[in-house]
């Protein structure tokens, strides 16, 4: 992050003659396991989450309005494992000149159409945080990139060039129950790919609006973002590794039956094993989705989606054991009350192939303008702890939060 850092300092000195803004929040986040289980690796006992966040948002832009910046960042203390750290969520120098608009460091890049099912959107997320019960922003994390944003009648470009390679943020064994294939192998290394000019992630999206339709295409040229896994037989060991990834892909959406109807597909081709023939790999597939969302009644919307992959071969070992085929069903419904100082949200996931769902009902009231506060809960379910949602059935949670603004 030397390269954002030193970026963002010659904006701020760009900047001195135009508007710097400050603002931030505390917040304080707990969530307790509701299982009465414990994982094998466990801390924290049945919490799953306790911290105290501090939230610092600055951003500043010259007064011609071309040269920009922001930061965004947090402290917080984690209470589960008694530790005090910093997330970097976002760091990055701007300038705009005409229909281009370039950034330069660390920002989050939303793509895509799909409700908490992401094909397309090939960046990273923290699915740790998400099932934690931390607020929806929290579910994407930054890229350290540069991206070029084109803009014109004819069709809007938006390049992101990545060199240095960030994973998701899965849910640790030390807080939550996860299927492990390897389980009587205690040795664990992990191998991401190495920051050079060869190994730059490249994501491009096109754009436009025709006939109706936001249409938009996608081209990615990088790596998975979930690790695959092979032994070592050497040592042994589990060495955990970032398989090459190629994905393209396509989203339409339009206003249609007093809603809108959203359409996403995407190929995912390993290339790392083409045909399909190392275990340890995942294998090529195709990526779906369709969805409809409307408002069913007065601060009442309703959303309902389905989700599909297909396999070119057998599930690699390392993934959960399942058919070539899977598909899930998912719905959410957002209900505001008394000037929407309430906001009531369900959203839930049921998987037919798998025979697993996933429930998170939510509440939040806004007491102020600047202090509010919500409560929810993580629900897992399934017959076979292989499957997606199955694997993590020990770790239903219920969580609070509350924030305050300033």
């Not at 890049?109 to 922003?137: C, H, Q, Y």
């Not at 009350?337 to 806004?366: K, N, V």
């Amino acid at each position: 992050m030397r390269c954002a850092a030193a970026g963002v300092l010659l904006m701020w000195a760009g900047c001195v003659h135009g508007e710097v803004q400050i603002h931030g929040f505390l917040m304080g986040n707990l969530a307790v396991r509701t299982t009465g289980e414990r994982p094998p690796r466990g801390e924290g006992g049945a919490f799953v989450l306790g911290e105290e966040r501090l939230r610092l948002d600055l951003s500043g832009a010259a007064a011609s309005g071309r040269v920009s910046f922001l930061v965004k960042g947090d402290l917080f203390h984690d209470a589960v494992s008694n530790r005090v750290d910093g997330d970097l969520r976002e760091a990055y120098a701007g300038f705009r000149g005409g229909p281009l608009d370039l950034r330069l460091g660390r920002q989050i890049v939303t793509w895509g159409a799909g409700d908490l099912f992401f094909i397309n959107d090939v960046f990273p997320k923290d699915w740790e945080s998400f099932f934690s019960g931390r607020p929806m922003e929290y579910l994407k994390r930054g890229v350290d990139a540069v991206r070029a944003q084109y803009s014109s009648p004819a069709v809007n470009l938006d390049l992101v060039a990545t060199p240095f390679f960030r994973a998701d943020a899965l849910p640790s064994p030390k807080r939550f129950f996860l299927y492990d294939p390897f389980a009587g192998i205690a040795s664990r290394q992990e191998r991401k790919p190495p920051a050079r000019a060869a190994n730059t992630e490249v994501a491009l999206r096109l754009s436009r609006r025709l006939a109706g339709f936001d249409l938009s295409l996608y081209g990615y040229r990088g790596y998975w973002r979930m690790p695959a896994a092979s032994v070592e037989s050497e040592v042994p060991a589990v060495v955990r590794f970032y398989p090459r990834l190629l994905v393209w892909g396509a989203s339409a959406q339009r206003n249609w039956l007093a809603g809108v109807v959203s359409l996403e597909a995407g190929r995912y081709g390993s290339r790392d094993d083409r045909r399909g023939a190392n275990p340890a790999i995942p294998n090529s597939e195709w990526r779906m989705l369709a969805g409809y969302q409307r408002q069913l009644a007065a601060d009442l919307t309703g959303n309902v989606q389905f989700y599909a992959e297909i396999v070119d071969q057998s599930p690699p070992l390392s993934a959960a054991a399942g058919d070539r085929f899977r598909g899930i069903l998912s719905a959410r419904l957002t209900q505001f009350l008394r000037y929407q100082s309430w906001r009531l949200s369900l959203f839930l996931a049921y998987s037919p192939t798998g025979e697993d769902f996933f429930l998170q009902p939510e509440i939040s009231h806004r007491l102020t303008d600047r202090f509010s506060v919500a409560a929810g809960a993580n629900i897992f379910a399934g017959r076979r702890e292989t499957t997606f949602f199955g694997r993590m059935r020990k770790s239903d949670n219920v969580y609070i939060s509350a924030r305050a603004d300033f």
